[in-house]
């Protein structure tokens, strides 16, 4: 596959919003993730729901990991297909979390996930933003306990 510069600078900006997604979480800058989504995505997250917008995607990140006193989202190199006119991707990202509560009940103060995010990003004036992210589970270990709360 030959790319133009186009395609490897929608790629770059691409994998940059990803990594700003993950490093939001991680040092607790959630008014970022604000400016990551769509006004109209959907974060589809499973057992912790699928909200819509920007800020109920935040509410919903924010009460699942604020009250943990550390994690870290590691992402994997990103397959990406594009729309036939370039504004549109579907992204595959492969990601560890790591997610660690010290006040967590009983022994095991961590809880490991292994995942895939499944995202549909759409170019808009302000760049790449993420219009819906699918997380896919696919391995766990620790102790879900610790990020319940």
């Keep these: ?12 900006e691409i994998d940059e919003l990803l990594a700003r997604y993950a490093r939001a979480l991680d ?3 959630f008014d970022e993730l604000e400016g990551i989504f769509t006004p109209d995505a959907t974060f589809d997250a499973g057992g912790l729901g699928s909200p819509t917008g920007p800020a109920a995607i935040r ?3 924010e009460g699942t990991i604020g009250h943990l006193d550390a994690t870290q989202h590691l992402v994997g190199k990103s397959v990406m ?4 006119d370039g504004d ?12 660690i509560r010290e006040s967590a009940p009983g022994p095991v103060k961590h809880y ?3 995942g895939e995010y499944f995202d549909r990003v759409v170019r808009t004036p302000e760049g790449w933003r993420i219009a819906y992210r699918r997380l896919d589970r696919l391995w766990k270990q620790g102790d879900r306990a610790v990020i319940s709360g």
């Design 1 to 12: 596959m030959t790319l133009d510069i186009q395609q490897i600078s929608d790629r770059i």
């Design 27 to 29: 040092y607790r800058n």
């Design 59 to 61: 509410a919903m990140i």
């Design 81 to 84: 297909e594009f729309s036939s």
């Design 88 to 99: 549109e991707a579907e992204v595959r990202t492969y990601l560890i979390s790591q997610h």
């Design 112 to 114: 490991f996930l292994g």
